[in-house]
């Protein structure tokens, strides 16, 4: 080999392993650039769900819609995917659970129930799926009752979802106080009314939203199926003689249940709802007590 062949020999070497180099130099900038990326963005997302903007979206389904809507109030909006199973309108004791319904159930993310819902008794109760809530005998649709159940159902939520437990229990906070607010304009509307310690008959499920309003319940009855007309006879006599204002049914158990003890005492027969509409939870409150009012022949 001539002395100028290995001279270019060595400058092609060199000149290879210079543009390796920079080959080399420009790929780990490449690397580094996209490891910087991948770092921001993933401390992004993960700020993004800590502040409740995570774009994955979560399954929960209640047993029903005094759940599904305080689930909505409690949880950060645009993670959660919320319904309900049985429609407000149904009686939970007669409410047979759809195929479609088992559909969602099994494709739930949570399920929320009431124990005593006989519609979700075919539900497993897995402690890592479920939350399972005890009434403690007290009716939520009261608000006094639904706050307190607004309390313990934030409480579990958090646990279940600890990375928002702050935004929970903010909202919590904002949720029980708007329905003590809402609670306390509309007992005012039935004291102006003049209609608060009336005596009434009513639906054993309107108990205690009727006292809550007030009112005072001087008898009641349970499911029409297991009303006797002995009962009938016992509650039209103890209507009389307190002179009731009105009887009182309960949509979802049975809403002309008291109708026959309301016309053999000649007065108003007025039927609530025992579960939000889709109007939602303060909606229905404040409809019920309407009701009542119009029944009293009270205007707001």
């Known amino acids: 080999m001539s002395g100028s062949d290995l001279l270019n020999t060595v400058s092609g070497i060199l000149n290879f392993h210079e543009s390796a180099i920079r080959r080399l130099q420009a790929s780990r900038a490449a690397l ?10 993933s401390t992004g997302c993960r700020k993004a769900f800590q502040d409740g903007n995570n774009a994955e979206t979560r399954i929960i389904v ?23 199973i049985m429609p ?33 008794e075919s539900v497993e109760d897995d402690p890592s799926k479920c939350i399972l809530l005890d009434r403690r005998g007290l009716n939520w649709m009261a608000p006094d009752s639904y706050r307190s159940g607004l309390k313990i159902l934030a409480g579990m939520l958090a646990k279940r979802f600890p990375e928002a437990a702050g935004r929970i229990a903010d909202r919590c906070d904002e949720t029980v106080q708007a329905v003590a607010d809402k609670a306390a304009a509309l007992r ?9 310690d009336k005596p009434v008959i009513a639906s054993s499920m309107q108990r205690e939203p009727l006292q809550w309003m007030g009112l005072r319940v001087i008898g009641d009855y349970g499911r029409p199926e297991s009303m006797s007309v002995k009962e009938v006879v016992r509650l039209s006599r103890a209507g009389e003689q307190a002179q009731v204002i009105m009887v009182v049914d309960n949509l979802q158990s049975g809403p002309d249940a008291g109708r026959g003890i ?20 303060l909606a229905t409150l404040g409809e019920n007590v309407a009701a009542v009012l119009a029944a009293s022949g009270s205007k707001r």
Do not use: W
């Not at 580094?32 to 963005?41: N, P, R, S």
């Not at 209640?62 to 309900?84: E, H, K, N, R, W």
């Not at 005012?188 to 608060?196: H, K, L």
């Open 32 to 41: 580094i650039l996209v490891l910087a990326v991948f770092t921001v963005l």
């Open 62 to 84: 209640t047993s029903d819609t005094i759940l599904s809507g305080m689930v909505l109030s409690l949880l950060p909006s645009g993670q959660f995917d919320v319904s309900a």
């Open 88 to 120: 407000p309108e149904q009686c939970p004791g007669h409410y047979d659970m759809k195929l479609s319904d088992i559909q969602k159930v099994d494709s739930a993310d949570l399920i929320v129930s009431f124990r005593d819902m006989p519609s979700m």
């Open 188 to 196: 005012d509307e039935v004291r102006r009314a003049g209609i608060a």
């Open 262 to 281: 309301a016309e053999a005492l000649g007065v108003p027969h007025v039927v609530l709802s025992n579960f939000p509409s889709k109007n939602g939870y």
